[in-house]
């Protein structure tokens, strides 16, 4: 299996499966003399760990990181540096029962079409665990971004449920288990949920990213546009089925001058008066705050009997036992957060060895 590496300067690979006994990742390409601890990477591993709410997956996993290479007395070195995990709470014996049959809306099928073989265990490589990998690696690009850029993340739709933005609060995002930046939206998520989960199915949501602090001229025109390997690296998480950049989809209502983000002199300075672009223009930083969002669609595995076929060709039922979140989007957060801080971090990189 091919293409498991993202990023040209700042270049994570990960590896390992769902029930497998570890998973890791290798990142290549972060500068020397960056001050890195286990400390530095494993609060961010907490945000997305498993089994720390009834609204997610029950699977209980410490996801204490472990570097294996690559820091010296507290400093990167340079060279690659490994981060591993230990898988602890795999429970195979759920998932004996869809050995030979395929889950509509998981990667059974391609896997199987494509390879010939597959990890049938907790989705094997397509398993969301991977992306705890991701967050390691996000852990390690905000060290290489610095504290200038700060980048955060919040859940901000939730099925039917969407969020009134007049009330965002960041203080308000780690104050829940949902990363709402609404609070009075909490509780109707917290009832909606309930109902989803004790009656065996799933719902999708949305996640919206956000880096402030960026400065302007990262990215490239044509083939290197900032926004467009913002997408990809979001695209890539599992569940995720739809990407936008600033007010994205929406713009397609708006008129030109709507659309224009007007610009004016503030003393010796540009000045946005919006930022409908997501802080990107042609493909290149404009100093505004970088905004992006993803959907994600509902769970794949789950008790709800749902019609399929088996590797033999005959049609089945598919029930899916195991612990599984009724809304993966909650746990995406963090992940969302990973992959723009990697961007992010790789295009500083190019920026540098570019103009200096």
């Not at 083939?223 to 695209?235: H, P, Q, V």
């Not at 739809?242 to 503030?266: K, L, Q, R, S, W």
């Not at 946005?272 to 223009?281: D, K, Q, R, T």
Request: with cysteine.
């Amino acid at each position: 299996m091919s293409h498991n590496t993202f990023g040209r300067l700042f270049r994570v690979t990960t590896w390992g499966e769902s029930h497998g006994p570890a998973i890791g990742c290798v990142i290549d390409g972060c500068p020397p003399r960056i001050a890195l601890t286990e400390d530095d990477i494993q609060p961010f591993l907490d945000q997305r760990r498993p089994g720390q709410s009834t609204f997610t997956t029950q699977r209980r996993e410490p996801d204490e990181v472990r570097i294996y290479s690559g820091v010296f007395e507290g400093l990167t070195t340079g060279t690659p540096i490994s981060l591993i995990i230990q898988n602890t709470d795999q429970r195979s014996k759920d998932y004996g029962e869809i050995a030979q049959t395929f889950r509509p809306g998981h990667a059974d099928l391609t896997y199987h079409l494509k390879y010939g073989i597959r990890d049938y265990r907790g989705g094997g490589r397509s398993s969301a665990r991977e992306t705890a990998m991701r967050v390691a690696a996000g852990a390690v690009a905000r060290r290489v971004l610095g504290p200038t850029i700060r980048v955060r993340g919040a859940l901000v739709q939730v099925g039917p449920y969407v969020i009134d933005r007049s009330r965002w609060d960041w203080g308000e995002v780690g104050n829940n288990p949902f990363s709402c930046p609404d609070a009075a939206m909490v509780p109707v998520w917290e009832q909606y949920l309930g109902e989803i989960r004790k009656s065996g199915s799933s719902v999708g949501a949305v996640v919206e990213v956000v880096a402030d602090g960026v400065p302007p001229g990262l990215g490239a025109p044509i083939y290197g546009k900032l926004d467009s390997d913002i997408a990809a690296a979001l695209m890539s998480i599992n569940a995720v089925k739809g990407v936008e950049i600033g007010d994205g989809f929406a713009t397609a209502a708006y008129t030109g001058p709507e659309n224009a983000d007007a610009m004016h002199m503030d003393g010796t300075a540009i000045a946005f008066e919006a930022n409908h672009a997501g802080g990107i223009l042609g493909g290149i930083s404009t100093g505004q705050p970088i905004m992006a969002r993803f959907a994600v669609k509902p769970t794949s595995s789950m008790l709800t009997p749902v019609p399929s076929v088996n590797v033999t060709g005959e049609d089945v039922q598919v029930v899916t036992k195991g612990r599984h979140d009724p809304c993966v989007g909650i746990r995406a957060v963090p992940v969302g957060e990973a992959m723009l801080a990697c961007v992010l971090a790789d295009h500083k990189l190019r920026h540098r060895g570019q103009v200096g």
